[in-house]
């Protein structure tokens, strides 16, 4: 545990104080949930006065809030950097669509945290379930569909349930994740990352890639 900083703390240190806190706030909202999370407990593995949760966010719920929009903006950056690259060679929405997806896959392998935040909120009726949709997934699944009606778009009898095959992949990869270690006691040959990237390759972004 972190080494709690004395009341002398210098301004300087503001800012990693406020980044611990994010970071001990996902873990902890990740594994035991929002509601089981006790504000102590995320000071505690910040090495934080619990004080300081009020002065940067006002409250509980204003630090979910900041690590939701600091996750997606992540997310955002991850498939932006990925578009950026794609715009490289020659335009192929099909491709942008399957490196996007790649990518996406790829981000949640990285931050297992943010799938297991993402699929606890999501399922429950609350003011946080529709702050997630609204500021994360929502957009996410435009974006993803955005890029899909592009790469179906000379197979118009490829766009049906299209939205629908987008929000699935986007969910039943977040799922995969967040339950990898168990999925790979089921499954034989998906114990390392690799090995698991190109299962969820094969099963739900080719599955979404059925034009041509």
Same mark, same amino acid.
């Given at each position: 545990?972190?080494? @709690? ?5 210098? @301004? ?9 806190? +994010? ?24 090495? #934080?006065? #619990?004080?300081? #949760? ?30 950026? @690259? ?18 996406? #896959? ?17 399922? !429950?009726?609350?003011?946080?379930? +529709? ?49 990898? +270690?168990?999925?790979? !006691? ?14 969820? +390759? !094969? ?6 890639? @059925?034009?041509?």
């Amino acid at each position: 545990m972190a080494r @709690r900083q004395g009341a002398g703390r210098p @301004r300087d240190d503001a800012r990693q104080g406020r980044k611990a806190l +994010e970071t001990s706030a996902m873990l902890r909202f990740a594994r035991q949930g929002y509601e089981a999370t006790p504000l102590r407990e995320i000071a505690a593995d910040a090495g #934080v006065d #619990v004080a300081l #949760v009020s002065y940067h966010f006002g409250s509980k719920l204003g630090l979910w809030k900041a690590i939701v929009a600091s996750a997606a903006s992540d997310l955002h950056d991850a498939l932006g950097a990925a578009a950026a @690259r794609d715009k490289a060679g020659a335009a192929d929405p099909r491709a942008d669509l399957k490196n996007a997806m790649a990518a996406y #896959v790829a981000h949640l392998l990285a931050h297992p945290e943010v799938p297991r935040l993402i699929l606890r909120d999501t399922t !429950t009726d609350t003011v946080r379930a +529709e702050w997630l949709l609204r500021e994360l997934s929502g957009p996410l699944h435009q974006r993803f569909y955005d890029l899909a009606q592009a790469a179906v778009a000379e197979c118009p009898g490829e766009q049906a349930y299209l939205q629908f095959r987008v929000a699935n992949f986007i969910y039943s990869a977040a799922s995969a994740v967040a339950r990898r +270690e168990r999925l790979a !006691t089921l499954v034989t040959g998906v114990g390392d990352e690799h090995a698991f990237a190109g299962a969820l +390759e !094969t099963t739900l972004i080719d599955a979404a890639l @059925r034009c041509g």
